[in-house]
């Protein structure tokens, strides 16, 4: 009852994509994994460079971000429809919340890892201080950066569930959690195996990304 056979998960898939409704679930989704992990990734990448780069940054900003990464992301969830509503916005932020600060941390750490002889050859060049950040410790954690950013788009689809626990009205979150209340265990299935085929995909197109774009890091 509860552990379907594959032929009705894929019975199950085939009605739902003939009537276009699977594919309606699943733009939304991507809509939200997507918007909140470019938001989180814009803000994050540049701000990570900084704080592993500068110290003074590090010690305004580090105490905040290691408290802040290890609060639980569901106990939010309540406090965002306060403060956002209800709709695609309260889904971002929730994604948002949950790979920021790890991201940050992570591309901290790797900006420190960047040799001071390499920073301090580019002083003697005269490059000034804010350019470090760009024209050194970018390129030089470029590789690594990606990295992270594969790792933390497989978590942001981790998330999806979570963003779509309340008021949601679409989205494989949503018709998995819908379905649980009816005992549709095919319905489940199907949404846990179509979003690890997303995620796969982008996984997927992170590591061409990083071929192409670093190719001297292979």
Not at 38 to 67: C, E, H, K, W
């Amino acid at each position: 009852m509860f552990l379907p056979k594959p032929g009705k998960v894929l019975q199950t898939t085939f009605q739902m994509a003939s009537d276009g409704s699977l594919y309606e679930h699943m733009m939304t989704s991507l809509q939200v994994v997507i918007i909140g992990f470019v938001v989180s990734s814009v803000i994050s990448v540049p701000l990570g460079l900084m704080m592993g780069t500068y110290r003074v940054v590090q010690a305004f900003l580090d105490p905040l971000v290691n408290f802040m990464r290890y609060l639980p992301v569901t106990s939010f969830v309540p406090l965002f429809i306060l403060w956002i509503g209800i709709g695609l916005e309260q889904r971002v932020a929730v994604i948002i919340f949950g790979i920021f600060f790890q991201q940050l941390v992570m591309i901290a750490d790797s900006a420190r890892s960047v040799p001071r002889d390499l920073v301090n050859a580019a002083y003697t060049l005269g490059t000034k201080r804010h350019e470090t950040v760009f024209h050194i410790v970018f390129p030089a954690t470029l590789p690594n950066t990606l990295d992270i950013l594969r790792v933390t788009m497989g978590w942001a689809w981790t998330y999806l569930v979570v963003a779509e626990l309340v008021a949601a009205r679409s989205g494989l979150g949503y018709i998995s959690l819908k379905a649980m209340r009816g005992f549709q265990v095919d319905v489940i299935f199907m949404a846990i195996a179509l979003i690890g085929i997303l995620g796969l995909a982008t996984d997927q197109l992170f590591r061409l990304l990083r071929r192409v774009v670093a190719p001297w890091s292979q």
